[in-house]
C-alpha cells in the first residue's frame, strides 16, 4: 500500500489564483481530514470527511473548499489564494476514529 | 475554552537518559489522547494513544500517562537515541468528534550524542 499520497509537493501561487491539492490513501478508510501547519505551531483542522459525500469544517475553513466523491480522494481546493495561506498541508485518513495517517505534506507559497 | 498546549517548546537530553515530553488539555470531554512525532519535512507520525478510561500505556520504549484529575499528559521515551530528535505533538479527540484532532503546538526534542 502507498498509505497516503499528496501531491503536489511543492507549489508557488500568485494572490488571486486557485488550486486544488490532491490527497488520495489506498487503505479504504472512511475518515479523512486536512490540516494546515504553520512555523512553529502544531496542524490545524481545515476541513474533514466521514465518508464519500460527506464533509464538515475544521477550525480554519475560510477560504478553503472540499468534497469527497470517492472513498480514495479527497482533495482540497483553494478558490483565490492570499498571502496568509502560505503553509504546509497534511492529509490524513483513518478507519478508526482516532488513529490518523498522515500524508509528507504539500509546501505551499503564496506571493 | 478548549486548549492543548506543551509545558515545554525545547528539550535537550542526552543520549541514553529518558525523555519526559509534557502536554495539558482544558476539554474534559476529551475522550482519546495521541502522541505524534514529526521529523523535519515530513508528516506526523503517530507514536502511542490511551483512551481516558486508563491511566497508562506503555509501548517500545515509550509510555505515555494521562492525569484526568489536572488535565496532564505526558510521553516518556527512555533510552533516548539520536533517531528521536524530532517534534512531538500531543493531540486529543473531543468526545463525539469523528476524525477532528486538535493538536498542541509541539515539543522540539534534541538528543545530544
Known amino acids: 500500500n502507498a498509505g497516503v499520497t499528496q501531491t503536489p509537493k511543492f507549489q508557488v501561487l500568485k494572490t488571486g489564483q486557485s488550486m486544488t491539492l490532491q490527497c488520495a490513501q489506498d487503505?479504504?478508510?472512511?475518515?479523512m481530514s486536512w490540516y494546515r501547519q504553520d512555523p512553529g505551531m502544531g496542524l490545524r483542522l481545515i476541513h474533514y470527511s466521514v465518508g464519500a459525500g460527506i464533509t464538515d469544517q475544521g477550525e480554519v475553513p475560510n477560504g478553503y473548499n472540499v468534497s469527497r466523491s470517492t472513498t480514495e480522494d479527497f482533495p482540497l481546493r483553494l478558490l483565490s489564494a492570499a498571502p496568509s495561506q502560505t503553509s504546509v498541508y497534511f492529509c490524513a485518513s483513518s478507519a478508526a476514529l482516532e488513529t490518523q495517517y498522515f500524508g509528507p505534506g504539500t509546501r505551499l507559497l503564496v506571493l | 475554552g478548549e486548549n492543548v498546549g506543551l509545558h515545554l517548546p525545547t528539550l535537550s537530553v542526552q543520549e541514553g537518559d529518558n525523555s519526559i515530553i509534557n502536554c495539558a488539555y482544558s476539554?474534559?470531554?476529551?475522550?482519546?489522547f495521541i502522541w505524534y512525532k514529526q521529523e523535519s519535512g515530513k508528516g506526523p507520525q503517530f507514536i502511542i494513544d490511551i483512551r481516558s478510561n486508563m491511566d497508562k500505556r506503555q509501548g517500545q520504549r515509550v509510555t505515555v500517562l494521562l492525569n484526568k484529575t489536572v488535565k496532564h499528559l505526558s510521553l516518556q521515551i527512555a533510552a533516548t537515541q539520536p533517531g528521536d530528535s524530532a517534534v512531538y505533538f500531543c493531540?486529543?479527540?473531543?468526545?463525539?468528534?469523528?476524525?477532528?484532532?486538535?493538536f498542541g503546538k509541539g515539543t522540539k526534542l534534541s538528543v545530544k550524542p
Open positions: 487503505m479504504n478508510h472512511e475518515y
Open positions: 493531540a486529543e479527540n473531543k468526545g463525539g468528534s469523528q476524525g477532528n484532532l486538535i
Open positions: 476539554n474534559s470531554a476529551s475522550d482519546y
